[in-house]
């Protein structure tokens, strides 16, 4: 039940990180999710904690 133009929307903002660089190499997740219909949730969650996984690593 995505809305119309979701997809591309999320292939859009995917290219425009590829235009900028970050001195970290932090690439931010474009992820689909529907509260309502409990879909990618879990791959919030999971980019959560890969996010975390990373700025620790980066602090040294």
């Known amino acids: 039940r995505d809305k119309e133009g979701a ?3 999320r292939q ?3 290219r425009s990180q ?3 660089q ?3 190499k932090w690439r931010a997740p474009v992820l ?3 509260a309502l219909d409990r ?3 879990s791959e919030v969650v999971s980019a ?3 996010h975390q ?3 620790e690593q980066a602090r040294g």
């Open 7 to 9: 997809e591309k929307l």
């Open 12 to 14: 859009d903002l995917l």
């Open 18 to 20: 590829d235009l900028s």
């Open 22 to 24: 970050r001195s970290d």
């Open 32 to 34: 689909l999710v529907s």
């Open 39 to 41: 879909i990618g949730i």
């Open 48 to 50: 959560i904690s890969e």
């Open 53 to 55: 996984d990373f700025t």
